[in-house]
């Protein structure tokens, strides 16, 4: 059966292990920990999962291991209404797993063991789905080769594609050719433009100018406290900040980049415009940040819709 208006996302499944500490260690160094939590993540799951709290329908291609982490993180994710046929279960590798340790400021370092998620191929997203009306959503937690592979698939069907450039690895040059829009941070967007030798300083405008006119896509920079920047191949720029937060309120920032991300990617399969999109997924990403994990902090629609009148209007730039 054909379907029709959806959110392809193609990424990760991890368990992660949320570890709290009073202060992050430096390098060398043991630091203790009463307490651990497990919870269901990985870019794929986050972003697909935010997408689907927006009112999308999201189908999520990936692979998991057979062991009782992959069972439990498919059955959440089906609970939330992403269709979660297109994960495979692996008969060789674990599912994999992030250890996410978080002080109490919010900051926090992550390491991810990638699992079975380094099975998931191409191959598993059927031609049948990659028709103009339905979006490509992927972030760089899957292997490089199958993640560029789909993305020139999609885009020769006339897909929108998707790319949040997370971890900052880096593809090949033509390939960003196929993207419509790259979503980065500023760290991210640093890393690419001094690996393509691109002259930007660290100017956040002028990272995302140089990447969109090398890609012939939309750039979009999140900046953290600071809100999102975005550049279009034609040189339109928005700034747009994020939505006022009372600091002590607070408590996990883990998972504000793939709410952005995933609502970002529903808000434009929407119709929505770059400013409209990037302003409710500056409120999605902020929501996020007021509860504990990922995926059970996403908010939905209603919860963004609440609080978009608090939001500043999107700024026009003079690029």
């Given at each position: 059966m054909l379907l029709l208006g959806m959110i392809i996302v193609f990424g990760s499944l991890n368990m992660d292990f949320m570890i709290s500490l009073d202060r992050l260690p430096v390098a060398g160094e043991t630091v203790l920990s009463s307490d651990y939590q497990l919870m269901s993540g990985g870019k794929g799951g986050n972003q697909a999962l935010a997408a689907a709290r927006?009112?999308?329908?999201?189908?999520?291609?990936?692979?998991?291991?057979?062991?009782?982490?992959?069972?439990?993180?498919?059955?959440?994710?089906?609970?939330?209404?992403?269709?979660?046929?297109?994960?495979?279960?692996?008969?060789?590798?674990?599912?994999?797993?992030?250890?996410?340790?978080?002080?109490?400021?919010?900051?926090?370092?992550?390491?991810?063991?990638?699992?079975?998620?380094?099975?998931?191929?191409?191959?598993?997203?059927p031609d049948e789905i990659l028709i103009k009306q339905n979006v490509l959503l992927m972030q760089m937690e899957l292997p490089v080769d199958q993640t560029v592979t789909l993305l020139t698939r999609a885009k020769a069907q006339g897909l929108t594609t998707i790319l949040n450039l997370a971890p900052a690895i880096m593809i090949p040059g033509k390939a960003l050719g196929h993207l419509d829009y790259l979503i980065v941070n500023s760290i991210e967007a640093q890393q690419?433009?001094?690996?393509?030798?691109?002259?930007?300083?660290?100017?956040?405008?002028?990272?995302?100018?140089?990447?969109?006119?090398?890609?012939?896509?939309?750039?979009?920079?999140?900046?953290?406290?600071?809100?999102?920047?975005?550049?279009?191949?034609?040189?339109?720029?928005?700034?747009?900040?994020?939505?006022?937060?009372?600091?002590?309120?607070?408590?996990?920032?883990?998972?504000?980049?793939?709410?952005?991300?995933?609502?970002?990617?529903?808000?434009?399969?929407?119709?929505?415009?770059?400013?409209?999109?990037?302003?409710?997924?500056?409120?999605?990403?902020?929501?996020?940040?007021?509860?504990?994990?990922?995926?059970?902090?996403?908010?939905?629609?209603?919860?963004?819709?609440?609080?978009l009148d608090e939001m500043p209007p999107a700024e026009k730039l003079d690029v």
């Open positions: 927006f009112g999308s329908k999201v189908a999520l291609i990936g692979r998991v291991g057979t062991d009782n982490y992959g069972k439990t993180l498919r059955e959440s994710l089906k609970s939330n209404g992403v269709m979660v046929s297109g994960v495979a279960y692996s008969d060789t590798l674990p599912t994999g797993c992030a250890m996410v340790a978080k002080e109490k400021s919010g900051e926090n370092q992550i390491i991810v063991m990638s699992g079975a998620n380094i099975e998931t191929t191409h191959e598993q997203v690419i433009a001094e690996k393509l030798n691109l002259p930007t300083g660290n100017n956040a405008i002028k990272l995302a100018q140089a990447l969109a006119i090398k890609g012939q896509m939309t750039v979009i920079v999140t900046l953290g406290m600071k809100g999102s920047v975005a550049v279009t191949k034609n040189g339109e720029g928005w700034t747009v900040p994020i939505m006022p937060l009372d600091q002590s309120e607070v408590v996990d920032i883990t998972g504000a980049g793939d709410a952005y991300c995933g609502t970002f990617a529903a808000a434009i399969h929407e119709g929505k415009t770059l400013p409209e999109a990037m302003r409710l997924a500056s409120v999605a990403g902020s929501l996020t940040c007021l509860k504990e994990g990922t995926q059970n902090a996403m908010p939905y629609l209603d919860d963004i819709l609440s609080r």
